[in-house]
């Protein structure tokens, strides 16, 4: 079983940058596909992005597409989510999640029940 803790949650004014991090202990990170997920106070969870298990392809959500970058260092069992220009809308508890993939790799997937390794998550406010 993969276990999975997000840092670098904050309060950063409109406009600013946050890196979040995903450890991952328990497992091989290399073998998960990974991604991040958000939700906002009284909305659904969203896919923000994925990333392949080798990280080869990446896909994000259209409104973070150009703002937000995904990257993995299975070296050190990590997961990235580098956020620039952030805004107001940014606001919610980021998830990370995994799930184990064997054999070819494949694109990600931008589902949230697809995978079943998920973090507590960490808060980014935005908000001048």
């Known amino acids: 079983q993969l276990q999975l803790v997000e840092s670098g949650g904050a309060l950063v004014q409109p406009g600013g940058s946050l890196r979040l991090s995903c450890a991952a202990a328990?497992?091989?990170?290399?073998?998960?596909?990974m991604a991040w997920f958000r939700q906002a106070p009284g909305k659904e969870r969203e896919a923000v992005g994925c990333?392949?298990?080798?990280?080869?392809?990446?896909e994000y959500k259209h409104s973070v597409e150009g703002r937000f970058t995904i990257s993995r260092d299975n070296a050190k069992s990590t997961v990235y989510l580098e956020m620039n220009s952030l805004k107001p809308e940014d606001t919610a508890v980021y998830y990370c999640?995994?799930?184990?993939?064997?054999?070819?790799?494949?694109?990600?997937?931008?589902?949230?029940?697809?995978?079943?390794?998920w973090g507590q998550g960490t808060q980014v406010t935005v908000s001048s």
């Open positions: 990333i392949s298990r080798t990280g080869s392809s990446t």
């Open positions: 999640a995994g799930r184990l993939l064997l054999g070819v790799e494949i694109p990600c997937v931008m589902t949230g029940p697809w995978y079943d390794n």
């Open positions: 328990g497992s091989i990170l290399e073998y998960y596909t």
